[in-house]
């Protein structure tokens, strides 16, 4: 039943359950550099190039505030800016903000993490140049956490004006707690078909489509058997795999129900639950 998805497949739209819909607008706004496309009721939508919405926030009442590694679920969701000058620029906004940052050069890219008002963990992140990827005997690609070179990216962004994040920022990957490391690895890749990167010991996998180093990360440093974090708590209600065309949405959509799991079809996508209960919005790039 395995198969392996289209290397054009990338990720799109998030979309994240919050408490306070004016204080995220606020931080993704003002701290992240997002700009609002559209907002009605308790729902925004957040763009980079002002056509295209990458985050949808969700207030919803009565939400909790979920504690760190407490769960599985999101771990944080990755944004990928276009080059060097453009992460300068983030570092030097989210200081100006007093905002606490992690860091870390994982070789193949230079990363920033940060957290929103609810916990949500969010990575800003730049790729370096994929034909300087290296991999090791096994064939995987190798990554790390060393420290960043963050006086070098100030440098590149001096004298370059903040507008926000620019165009061509996009949704780079999603990084998820889990209960079951081998049982999220079986959905995400015998059955959606994205491929295996990379591994960290047996706490953490990294998978992708296409080569990229990884569009989903996987690990159990919550713990294993951990509970999957609850609808009443802040967190992911979905991410977005966009696949080239109908034919690939199909063959995806069809694999997902051999293996016994419900495809919903709605606002013209289709959805499917991982084991931690995120939604998997499977669209065409079309859409």
């Not at 790729?127 to 006086?151: N, Y």
Request: aromatic share 6%; with cysteine; charged share 20%.
């Amino acid at each position: 039943m395995s198969a392996v998805l289209h290397p054009s497949t990338e990720l799109g739209q998030v979309s994240l359950r919050i408490r306070d819909l004016a204080e995220s607008v606020r931080f993704y706004t003002e701290v992240v550099g997002l700009k609002v496309l559209r907002q009605q009721g308790r729902t925004a939508e957040l763009t980079a190039d002002g056509n295209n919405a990458l985050l949808v926030l969700e207030e919803v009442e009565g939400l909790i505030r979920q504690r760190e590694r407490s769960a599985a679920g999101l771990y944080h969701f990755a944004i990928l800016v276009p080059d060097r000058p453009s992460l300068g620029l983030v570092v030097r906004n989210l200081a100006a903000f007093n905002v606490p940052v992690g860091q870390g050069d994982h070789l193949v890219s230079e990363a920033l993490y940060i957290s929103d008002p609810d916990n949500n963990g969010i990575e800003i992140y730049a790729d370096r140049p994929r034909d300087t990827w290296k991999r090791d005997a096994s064939g995987e690609i190798m990554m790390t956490t060393d420290p960043v070179d963050v006086e070098s990216l100030l440098a590149v962004s001096e004298g370059v004006e903040w507008n926000g994040l620019p165009a061509g920022t996009v949704i780079g990957h999603v990084h998820f707690h889990v209960s079951d490391l081998q049982a999220a690895k079986r959905f995400y890749c015998d059955i959606i078909g994205f491929e295996l990167t990379a591994h960290y010991g047996s706490a953490a996998l990294f998978i992708s489509a296409g080569g990229y180093h990884h569009h989903i990360g996987l690990n159990v440093w919550a713990g294993v058997g951990v509970p999957n974090t609850p609808r009443n708590a802040a967190g992911m209600n979905y991410f977005t795999v966009v696949l080239p065309d109908k034919e690939e949405l199909a063959a995806v959509s069809d694999r997902v129900r051999s293996a016994g799991l419900t495809v919903q079809e709605r606002d013209g996508a289709s959805y499917v639950l991982d084991p931690s209960d995120i939604e998997v919005r499977l669209v065409t790039a079309s859409r």
